[in-house]
């Protein structure tokens, strides 16, 4: 089963910009991988950022921006916001089946 | 307004059976995916299976195979996870989600508020 690697933590300050990547261990993520974002705070139930890739749902914020760099996904946010501080999870799809990374904890600071 | 509705806290002991629900509403429940996630206290989230509402089509990750199985009713809009014998190590919080085919394979969209269940002698 593909093994998915995300930072276990970073830390940006308030109105900084911030990359999560989201690495696959059966090689180079692409767009046939439909790389998701989430965000989870504490106590809730995750919730959708991104789909494909680089989809933002309409909900999402315009500064959480998604791409695939360097043979990863990556998670972009711009202007970071004191309440974008959560753990952020990656999805991948590979050969039909789904696997999730392990979650990065980003603290605003 | 889509909603995914999942029942209560539970709290079992070991050797038991458990059945858990997540009702969808304020779509067209056939029409989609609802994924079963996992996540252990103070861990990540793992994937666990996807039924396609229509076809009751279930596809199980490896690593819950045999361990879980998933169902739905569609007259009732409503998913299930059950075990017929739970352990220590199946105390998690578990969410459902909804996935709809937006590009070219179903992706997740909406989630359930979760359901804690607690696995203790």
């Known amino acids: 089963q593909t093994v998915v690697t995300q930072e276990p933590s970073l830390t940006v300050s308030p109105g900084g910009t911030v990359t999560l990547t989201c690495a696959a261990s059966t090689g180079a993520v692409t767009r046939a991988y439909y790389p998701n974002w989430f965000q989870q705070k504490p106590g809730q139930p995750p919730r959708a950022l991104i789909y494909?890739?680089?989809n933002r749902h309409s909900w999402t914020p315009e500064r959480f921006s998604a791409s695939l760099l360097g043979g990863k996904a990556a998670l972009t946010v711009s202007f970071v916001q004191p309440e974008d501080e959560a753990d952020y999870y990656c999805l991948l799809y590979y050969n039909g089946a789904r696997v999730f990374g392990g979650g990065t904890k980003l603290t605003v600071l | 307004e889509v909603q995914l509705v999942q029942s209560g806290a539970e709290v079992k002991k070991p050797g038991e059976s458990l059945k858990i629900s997540c009702q969808g509403s304020g779509y067209s429940f056939s029409d989609y995916w609802i994924a079963w996630v996992r996540q252990m206290p103070g861990k990540g989230l793992e994937w666990m299976g996807i039924?396609?509402?229509?076809?009751?089509?279930?596809r199980y990750s490896p690593s819950f195979r045999g361990r879980v199985t998933i169902s739905a009713d569609k007259s009732i809009s409503t998913a299930y996870l059950q075990w017929s014998s739970l352990k220590a190590s199946d105390t998690a919080i578990y969410y459902c989600?909804?996935?709809?085919?937006?590009?070219?394979?179903?992706?997740?969209?909406?989630w359930g508020q979760g359901t804690q269940v607690t696995v203790s002698p």
């Open positions: 494909s890739a680089t």
């Open positions: 039924i396609y509402l229509r076809d009751s089509d279930i």
């Open positions: 989600a909804r996935l709809v085919d937006i590009v070219a394979t179903p992706e997740i969209d909406y």
